[in-house]
Nanobody, 118 residues
Framework: QVDVVESGGGLVQVGGSLRLSCALSGLTFSSSIDPIDWYRQRPGKQREWVAGLSSSRGTSYSEDVKGRFTISRDNAKNMALLQMNNLKPEDTAVYYC??????????WGQGTQVTVSS
């Protein structure tokens, strides 16, 4: 059984930082997973793409977070990461990790809440 679990969310003040983690179990992360994306859903809004990492395209970011967020992967720990710096109140959202495996199956985590207070 494949499981994807996000963690690292919480309450932070404006200008602060958080690092989100997305742990995968049930698959060999390093050879099976590509690409990885992070999405978020802000209160009252639809889910939106935030950042992506793939072997073919490298890293990419939405305009809202470019220069502040960094997506990466740690194959040794079977984990995807999202470093978020200089957080703003509009970054408040539930953040989701999305992965696709070599058979084109897609996996979502349950989400982790990020709240930025002003």
């Amino acid at each position: 059984q494949v499981d994807v679990v996000e963690s690292g969310g919480g309450l932070v003040q404006v200008g602060g930082s958080l690092r989100l983690s997305c742990a995968l179990s049930g698959l060999t992360f390093s050879s099976s997973i590509d690409p990885i994306d992070w999405y978020r859903q802000r209160p009252g809004k639809q889910r939106e793409w935030v950042a992506g990492l793939s072997s073919s395209r490298g890293t990419s970011y939405s305009e809202d977070v470019k220069g502040r967020f960094t997506i990466s992967r740690d194959n040794a720990k079977n984990m995807a990461l999202l470093q978020m710096n200089n957080l703003k109140p509009e970054d408040t959202a539930v953040y989701y990790c999305h992965m696709r495996d070599s058979s084109n199956f897609k996996y979502w985590g349950q989400g982790t809440q990020v709240t930025v207070s002003s």
